[in-house]
């Protein structure tokens, strides 16, 4: 039968099968439950339940768990990164391109000024040796591949044929996505591209010299090992 203490007793059920409580409680409890039926068999029901649980055992990760963590991380920092970016645009086009538009136009005709009284000084004047800058300002460039952790292997396939895959890559060089352009899609493809992305490190795009992120077209060889 229920007692006023029942449900004291019952709000400690789960402390006692994880051994969370002192042995005095303990004692308690078990008194409790050899004269309390309804208290007994909630218990045993509970206890019935923790032991299937435990009777599963532990669930092994899936093999992309890696990557997937790795593109949930890089996703959240590249909507950060897009945000700002939007809001120096909007700022861009808002305070600082209407300015230069002004400035530009008294500037061009300075430089129209200049450039007919230096073409006067050079028919007379002696030319002088000029460098130029090899890579013109503001070049762009895309990621290039560096190196892996492990010899690149072929994907291995029910077909002799090439797997071309877009990879996307981050400032740091590390591929944080990727998408199947051409080849077989099937979950065991996927794991062999999974792990050899993972590895690879590249040499990040660059705008003004500096790192972003950029795409690269990869092609992977696949071969079959079926007779």
Not at 65 to 70: D, E, N, P, Q, W
Not at 205 to 225: D, K
Request: with cysteine; aromatic share 6%.
């Amino acid at each position: 039968m229920n007692s006023p203490n029942c449900a004291k007793i019952r709000s400690s059920f789960s402390a006692y099968l994880d051994s969370a409580v002192s042995g005095q409680q303990m004692q308690a409890i078990v008194q409790h439950l050899d004269h309390c039926e309804v208290c007994a068999e909630e218990f045993a029901d509970l206890r019935a339940l923790q032991q299937s649980v435990a009777a599963l055992g532990p669930v092994k990760a899936p093999s992309d768990l890696g990557m997937k963590l790795r593109l949930a991380i890089s996703h959240e920092q590249a909507a950060r990164k897009a945000n700002w970016l939007d809001s120096v645009a909007v700022k861009w086009d808002n305070a600082v391109r209407p300015m230069l538009v002004q400035v530009s136009a008294g500037f061009a005709g300075s430089v129209a000024l200049i450039g007919s009284i230096m073409l006067l000084l050079g028919m007379v004047a002696e030319p002088q040796a000029v460098m130029a800058n090899d890579e013109p300002l503001g070049a762009m460039t895309v990621p290039h591949y560096l190196y892996s952790a492990t010899s690149p292997n072929a994907i291995i396939t029910d077909h002799d044929t090439a797997i071309v895959v877009e990879a996307y890559v981050n400032d740091e060089g590390r591929v944080y996505d990727y998408n199947i352009v051409s080849g077989p899609e099937d979950q065991a493809v996927q794991n062999q591209i999974v792990d050899q992305l993972l590895l690879s490190v590249f040499e990040p795009a660059r705008v003004f010299g500096l790192p972003v992120r950029g795409r690269v077209v990869l092609t992977f060889s696949g071969i079959s090992v079926r007779g």
